[in-house]
């Protein structure tokens, strides 16, 4: 079945870069998303991408999307603490009705 | 416009009983989906409903169910609850749950402790 992949943990000083990476193997996955959790709360959509788009940038976040690797990143320029939360990849094929979650990753700010 | 609401928000229950956790999906939606979120499993898909019908189910067992009601509203109930039954229950709303993009609005969720 389908799968998706991303490290547990990442961990950056205020004000650098951060790179989240995820892998995906359903070929026919053609909606791409990022969703953010902060303590205590549901998750929140923070971008998506289609599968015909390389890159999206929205503010400080930049997502790539490498479809013959199925590879999937989230960059977020000048991370702040507000940052601090876990960070979902999730894909869905163009005839499915819900999306593959990843497991998730901490994202750790420290001054 | 109000988002999803999930109620309880805590709940403590002990090994052997029911649970019935409820969902209000963002006004306008149709589409209805439950996850469970654990340390170790991370987010698994329960069900999704739409129009008052089940329309996809993951591998959880039968002690696992819900309904919708007319106004889009919707329960989980977990029977015979056990230990690793203890996680964080998700309830997302969409508006048509078609299959093209379609972007799932999430509650705060339901901290279920199981004793």
């Known amino acids: 079945g389908e799968d998706v992949e991303q490290s547990l943990f990442l961990s950056v000083r205020e004000g650098d870069s951060s790179v989240i990476n995820c892998t995906y193997t359903d070929s026919s996955s053609t909606y791409l998303y990022w969703y953010k959790q902060e303590p205590g709360a549901g998750l929140q959509l923070l971008t998506y991408?289609?599968?015909?788009?390389d890159m999206k940038q929205d503010q400080r976040l930049t997502v790539l999307l490498n479809k013959k690797d199925k590879h999937l990143s989230l960059r977020i320029a000048d991370t702040q603490t507000g940052d601090s939360a876990i960070y979902f990849c999730?894909?869905?094929?163009?005839?499915?009705?819900?999306?593959?979650f990843g497991r998730g990753t901490s994202l750790i700010v420290h001054p | 416009k109000a988002g999803v609401t999930q109620t309880p928000r805590y709940l403590i229950k002990t090994r052997g009983q029911q649970v019935t956790l409820s969902c209000s999906p963002i006004s306008g939606h149709r589409s209805v989906s439950w996850y469970q979120q654990t340390p170790g499993q991370g987010l698994q898909f329960l069900f999704e409903y739409f129009s008052e019908t089940q329309r996809n189910k993951g591998n959880f067992p039968g002690r696992f169910s819900g309904r919708q009601f007319s106004n889009s509203r919707s329960e989980m109930n977990v029977s015979t609850l056990e230990l690793g039954d203890s996680a964080l229950y998700l309830c997302?709303?969409?508006?048509?749950?078609?299959?093209?993009?379609?972007?799932?609005?999430f509650g705060p969720g339901t901290r279920l402790t199981v004793l």
């Open positions: 999730a894909e869905k094929a163009g005839g499915s009705y819900i999306p593959t």
């Open positions: 991408i289609f599968s015909n788009m």
């Open positions: 997302a709303s969409s508006r048509s749950g078609d299959s093209s993009y379609n972007e799932q609005f």
